[in-house]
């Protein structure tokens, strides 16, 4: 008997989502709890397991395809996996053009096949950027466009194919995914409907260096995981937002939302784009948890794997471009939040101090701002307080 495979239910604040890819094609084996086809929305990426051993019958939406929650996917038939492994081999051995490409060539999914008869592209010669391997539509239109190589990484057919004419411009379009198209659009919605200002100031990384350099292989031993300097900022940025609770506050309507909390979201890079995972509560977590907890969400990130729940809320946000070498920038809000604090490269700059020039490994920081809730003064003594508890750590711990 089939069983019927659907979408997962969305939260309310997603209306529908993408067939991206699958994993699973008709005839072929599953696992229990193996991932058949992933649904990527405007803020992640969800994945579809499989609810039993056996094999996917019929495929309900292709790849590319608008689906609402609970949709109808598949069709499913639960059965020993190594039955329902033979009619999917002899499947896989007929649509081959020839049986030794067969076993060497890597699987396409519907739309990346279809692509390579329309493009003329044979998949058995392309490598996939796909989940294992798999040869996506992508792929499939990257070789079609993709120029010839030279003579002589291609000795036996470069005779036919006429040389590359100097000046040749290749262009490639591509739709953007959900997740970029959403992302576009709350930056957007950042810049023109709030009074976003940036203050700038500088810290010295020295003491926190010292600190690290002190204590850090103690630090790991003991709590399994590296003291970084993203820490110190959260914890740095948790003692501010207490004296200051506006930067910590929220507009709603004509309202202005006070937070006896703090919930600060930490930027990550992935693949899809920018996210901010939110470190809930953080002003009761150790600097060893919120190292752990950054990590975790650093590598959920990298393999799309972050919940909705884990990147929804969060009352200030932290960025930092100086993992990719900026030196300094103007980071975005991320409303309805009204502050964010953006971290830059470390750079050795000749600073002077006690009326000596001395060379320290400098930072600038930047806060921006929302003009209409926070003024000018209140986000200068916010980022100086940062300054001086990031200066000396010591404050962190006394409590001044």
Same mark, same amino acid.
């Given at each position: 008997m089939a069983t019927e495979i659907h979408a997962p239910a969305f939260p309310e604040s997603i209306q529908d989502g993408t067939v991206a890819t699958w994993h699973k094609q008709v005839g072929e084996a599953c696992q229990r709890d193996e991932v058949i086809v992933d649904i990527e929305t405007d803020k992640v990426v969800m994945e579809v397991t499989a609810p039993a051993d056996g094999v996917l019958t019929q495929i309900i939406k292709e790849a590319g395809a608008t689906v609402l929650s609970k949709?109808?996917?598949?069709?499913? =038939?639960?059965?020993?996996?190594?039955?329902?492994?033979?009619?999917?081999?002899?499947?896989?051995?007929?649509?081959?053009?020839?049986?030794?490409?067969?076993?060497?060539?890597?699987?396409?999914?519907?739309?990346?096949?279809?692509?390579?008869? =329309?493009?003329?592209?044979?998949t058995a010669a392309l490598s996939g950027s796909g989940k294992g391997g798999r040869i996506t539509k992508q792929?499939?239109?990257?070789?079609?466009?993709?120029?010839?190589?030279?003579?002589?990484?291609?000795?036996?057919?470069?005779?036919?194919?006429?040389?590359?004419?100097?000046?040749?411009?290749?262009?490639?379009?591509?739709?953007m995914t959900r997740m970029r198209m959403r992302i576009a659009e709350r930056l957007l919605e950042a810049k023109q409907s709030t009074a976003m200002l940036t203050t700038f100031n500088e810290v010295n990384m020295a003491p926190i260096m010292a600190l690290r350099k002190q204590y850090g292989?103690?630090?790991?031993?003991?709590?399994?995981?590296?003291?970084?300097?993203?820490?110190?900022?959260?914890?740095?940025?948790? =003692?501010?937002?207490?004296?200051?609770?506006?930067?910590?506050a929220s507009i709603d309507g004509q309202d202005i939302v006070y937070h006896g909390y703090q919930d600060i979201g930490v930027a990550v890079s992935s693949d899809k784009g920018l996210v901010v995972p939110i470190l809930r509560d953080a002003e009761a977590m150790s600097?060893?948890?919120?190292?752990?907890?950054?990590?975790?969400?650093?590598r959920k990130a990298k393999?799309?794997?972050?919940?909705?729940?884990?990147?929804?809320?969060g009352t200030f946000s932290i960025t930092n471009g100086g993992v990719f070498g900026s030196l300094l920038s103007t980071p975005i809000l991320n409303p309805p939040q009204t502050a964010i604090?953006?971290?830059?490269?470390?750079?050795?700059?000749?600073?002077?101090?006690?009326?000596?020039?001395?060379?320290?490994?400098?930072?600038?920081?930047?806060?921006?701002?929302?003009?209409?809730?926070?003024?000018?003064? =209140?986000?200068?003594?916010?980022?100086?307080?940062?300054?001086?508890?990031?200066?000396?750590?010591?404050r962190l711990l006394l409590d001044i």
């Open positions: 949709e109808l996917l598949a069709l499913f =038939e639960a059965g020993d996996v190594t039955h329902a492994a033979a009619p999917a081999a002899t499947m896989a051995a007929a649509a081959a053009p020839a049986a030794s490409r067969a076993e060497t060539a890597m699987p396409a999914g519907p739309a990346a096949r279809k692509a390579a008869a =329309e493009h003329g592209v044979d792929d499939v239109l990257q070789a079609a466009q993709a120029p010839v190589v030279s003579a002589q990484a291609q000795p036996t057919v470069a005779a036919s194919v006429p040389p590359l004419v100097a000046g040749d411009r290749i262009e490639k379009r591509v739709p292989e103690k630090f790991e031993k003991a709590h399994g995981v590296r003291l970084g300097f993203m820490s110190f900022f959260i914890k740095a940025a948790v =003692e501010a937002l207490k004296r200051y609770p506006a930067v910590n600097l060893a948890e919120m190292e752990a907890k950054v990590g975790e969400y650093g393999e799309g794997k972050l919940s909705i729940d884990e990147m929804s809320g604090l953006g971290m830059h490269k470390i750079q050795e700059r000749p600073m002077a101090v006690n009326g000596q020039v001395v060379i320290l490994p400098m930072m600038y920081l930047a806060l921006s701002y929302d003009h209409r809730l926070i003024d000018g003064k =209140e986000a200068v003594s916010f980022l100086v307080a940062i300054k001086d508890l990031v200066e000396d750590p010591a």
